[in-house]
């Protein structure tokens, strides 16, 4: 099987993935996460990333998401 690469971004229209403009891919983004906000909303963190992007992972979760479902392999 040949693997290849999205050339433009897809929006999920009517059940069907149908390609989108960067625009409408950000905003159907923003309405999805919105959704799921507070303690339906989980970042997982990795061990290998950098103590500063791991804090602005936290931070996204707490302030943009309104959730403390934050976890990390760092703490194993």
Do not use: I
Not at 5 to 22: D, I, K, S
Not at 34 to 41: D, L
Not at 53 to 74: E, H, I, P, T, Y
């Amino acid at each position: 099987m040949k693997k290849t690469r999205l050339t433009t971004p897809l929006v999920r229209r009517n059940g069907v993935l149908e390609p989108a403009t960067w625009d409408e891919a950000l905003d159907a983004a923003a309405v999805g996460l919105a959704e799921h906000t507070g303690t339906s909303y989980g970042m997982f963190s990795c061990s290998k990333a950098t103590n500063e992007l791991n804090f602005m992972a936290q931070k996204f979760a707490r302030v943009v998401m309104g959730s403390n479902n934050v976890d990390s392999c760092n703490r194993t």
